[in-house]
């Protein structure tokens, strides 16, 4: 190949020192595609001299020129195939240069024909400037420059460089994807069958961007023989003389190719006329119309009509039958590209899905220039990159110009009349189709098309990770209370991505944030810990709401089935919050499954609360029958409140003799009432030590009653280490109440 590719450096070398046509164009084109091409055409500019006003033309610089055919051989067959084509005439223009001079002496029947420097007794076509195709010349050229048709041999022949478009290529993907039979096949492989045998017009028709180049390309290939010529002229080409170069190649397998019909009619074109002289030679013509144009010509002029009147033509439908879908679905193993047609078939119909995208693609990478469309390239990322975290439906246009800020970086807020241009821009219709944004169902809901998801899915240069702040901005677009799907959708895509970067404590703490929002905490738990454990505060708070509601969701569980301890544990939970009506359901259930005498304190608490004296005395009752000391000073308290203090006084006493705090508290204070003071102090000491912190204070006021200053001093500070709010004022009171003028903070050494 690389031979291959120094004969055409080289052929083109001595084009462009000739001035040779097209080549100015072609070359620039060729070179708009990568960085390295465009260096290498800086240096090709800078040392070709002006020649024939073309700025290539000059000295060759063939290292610059060979590394621009490597680099337009692999991203753009087109270009290179009209190159080559360029080259090919060239280097047969050097070869009759220096062949000898035909021999011919023309007589009665040899076709003399004039040309430029003489007279040369072959056929010749007259044409205007041949464009595009795989170039290969057939009679002797002339020197004026006028390039004959284009031709080529089918085994050989580039499908995109005769009207296929092209579409995406990732790596070392075929140019084209599978070919997915359509229902017309069978019909169009008789007719060009046929017309290979007998001569006629093949021709299929159909809305823009249906298939019809591809599916009668893979009838050409599938029914022709590999050695096939195909003559592939330029629109607008000049075929009055195709014949006589025909009838010059004998025998040999031609076939006419004319991809858009419509722009090789006219006198000079494909006439009637001319059909039947093909027809005669049996030269198929194989062709392409829109349905627009065969409606226009066929019902239009008398000359058109004639030409169309006589062929039945393959009609091709944009929307796919579902025997044509079902043998996509097969066809998509192995090529990404028909795997997105498929998965998108819903929404674009799959021919214009193949051809469309790779221009949509092209653009959009090209408009992130400064100086071209960066806000809506972003807009444009920002729908891909949503549709990437999971989000299938469009969204409102206010999420987009929200995830714009994502990739700005340090540039300033767009402006609404910045952000408008900008969504104008990225939803204007292209090709006829599409925009890169279309419109959701929702009015002013927008999503990025199909094509454009996949190529970041398939991975397509030019697009990086997902932003770690856009998946919380997804979760909040797809949050639904009537539709969940979307939301798990969303969050099932999440794990996929985020979940092996775990190990990364910012991707860890992204996704279970996510998952904590999106209410499935026992996934969340193990991503909120490891943020958790090195300091992410929000993730520290939300993990501790993970696991209480995690807690209550499996005590509820146990408790659901019999368990009694559940029960409790899920009463206290909610009596923790404050919830009692949601607590004593739950005390209930563990009093019927067995665990009366452990819930009779908590469910007369409630009554209590609630001001239900009966039934909290009842629930009462039944805790100190089982023994509970702390239920015994909560009836005492019931019964004092109801005056009852003979009975609540012995409640407080058996619930302090039982080791109770709270009752030694209690029944102090009933001493002390009583005007027992010593007996009183005794169980306020006895309280203080059972870790009640009102013992000492109470103890201390007792002693300063009697004005025993130093020892309620001394029990002041006890309850004041304690943590008792009064303790500090009553110390104050001791000093003024002593009047010896020493502070009761004062050190008994320092003199006031």
Request: charged share 25%; hydrophobic share 40%; aromatic share 6%.
């Amino acid at each position: 190949m690389d031979a291959e590719l120094e004969a055409m450096a080289e052929a083109l070398g001595r084009g462009i020192a000739e001035g040779a046509p097209d080549l100015n164009e072609l070359l620039t084109e060729a070179l708009n595609g990568s960085v390295e091409a465009r260096t290498s055409a800086r240096r090709l500019s800078q040392v070709f001299a002006r020649h024939h006003g073309n700025p290539w033309a000059g000295r060759l610089a063939a290292g610059d020129l060979l590394k621009v055919l490597r680099v337009t051989r692999y991203e753009d067959a087109i270009v290179y195939e009209k190159l080559k084509a360029i080259a090919d005439t060239l280097a047969e223009d050097e070869r009759a240069r220096t062949a000898p001079p035909p021999q011919h002496a023309p007589d009665a029947t040899t076709n003399s024909n004039t040309i430029s420097g003489g007279t040369f007794n072959e056929p010749v076509v007259q044409a205007g400037i041949f464009n595009g195709g795989v170039h290969t010349y057939y009679g002797q050229p002339s020197h004026s420059g006028v390039p004959p048709v284009a031709d080529s041999q089918l085994d050989r022949a580039n499908a995109i460089a005769l009207g296929v478009r092209r579409p995406r290529r990732i790596a070392d993907e075929r140019p084209l994807p599978r070919y997915v039979a359509r229902d017309c096949d069978p019909a169009l492989d008789a007719q060009v069958r046929a017309a290979a045998r007998e001569g006629g017009l093949v021709l299929v028709t159909g809305e823009p961007l249906s298939g019809k180049t591809r599916t009668l390309w893979a009838a050409l290939f599938t029914n022709l023989s590999g050695t096939t010529r195909i003559l592939h002229p330029a629109p607008g080409t000049d075929l009055r003389g195709l014949t006589a170069v025909l009838r010059a190649r004998g025998d040999a397998e031609c076939v006419l190719w004319l991809d858009d019909l419509d722009g090789h009619l006219g006198e000079h074109g494909l006439t009637a006329a001319l059909l039947a002289e093909l027809a005669r030679l049996r030269v198929p013509v194989l062709a392409t119309m829109s349905d627009e144009a065969y409606d226009a010509h066929r019902f239009g002029s008398p000359a058109h009509a004639r030409l169309l009147s006589g062929v039945d033509p393959v009609e091709l439908g944009a929307e796919w039958s579902p025997a044509e879908v079902e043998r996509l679905a097969s066809a998509t193993p192995g090529d990404l590209r028909l795997a997105g047609a498929y998965a998108h078939r819903a929404r674009h119909s799959t021919t214009e899905y193949l051809a469309v995208g790779p221009e949509l693609l092209g653009e959009w990478r090209r408009a992130r220039r400064a100086n071209a469309h960066p806000l809506g390239h972003h807009l444009v990322l920002a729908a891909i990159d949503l549709a990437r975290c999971g989000v299938e439906e469009a969204v409102p246009a206010d999420v987009l110009r929200r995830a714009d800020a994502l990739y700005r970086g340090a540039a300033p807020v767009a402006s609404s009349e910045e952000f408008d241009e900008a969504l104008e821009w990225a939803s204007r219709i292209r090709h006829g189709t599409t925009g890169m944004l279309v419109p959701g169902a929702e009015a002013g809901s927008w999503r990025a098309y199909g094509s454009l998801v996949e190529d970041a899915r398939d991975g397509v240069p030019g697009f990086g990770q997902v932003p770690l702040k856009l998946w919380p901005l997804a979760v909040e677009a797809v949050r639904c209370d009537d539709d969940r799907a979307p939301l798990d959708a969303v969050l099932a895509r999440a794990r996929a991505v985020l979940g092996p970067k775990a190990d990364e404590s910012e991707a860890a703490g992204s996704l279970g944030k996510l998952l904590f929002h999106g209410e499935d905490m026992a996934a969340a738990i193990r991503y909120l810990e490891k943020a958790a454990e090195i300091g992410d505060v929000e993730a520290q708070r939300l993990l501790g709401i993970a696991l209480k509601r995690r807690s209550e969701h499996w005590l509820r569980t146990a408790a659901e089935n019999g368990d009694g301890d559940a029960s409790v544990a899920l009463g206290d939970l909610h009596r923790g919050e404050g919830d009692l009506h949601a607590a004593l359901p739950w005390y209930r259930a563990a009093a019927e499954q067995g665990l009366r005498t452990r819930v009779a304190a908590r469910i007369g608490w409630v009554f209590h609360v609630w001001e239900d004296h009966g039934e909290a005395e009842k629930w009462y009752r039944i805790g100190v029958a089982a023994g509970d000391l702390e239920v015994a000073n909560d009836l005492g308290l019931k019964l004092e409140s109801r005056g009852a203090m003979k009975e609540a006084a012995l409640l407080y006493q058996r619930s302090a003799e039982g080791g109770s705090s709270t009752g030694a508290h209690n029944f102090g204070i009933v001493l002390e009432n009583r005007g027992e003071p010593k007996e009183a102090r005794a169980w306020f000491a006895r309280a203080h030590d059972l870790g009640d912190y009102a013992g000492a204070f109470l103890l201390g006021r007792s002693l300063m009653r009697e004005k025993r200053y130093d020892e309620a001093e001394e029990w002041f500070r006890k309850a004041q280490d304690m943590g008792h709010h009064d303790a500090g004022r009553e110390l104050t009171d001791l000093r003024a109440e002593r009047g010896d003028g020493r502070s009761a903070d004062t050190p008994d050494n320092v003199k006031a």
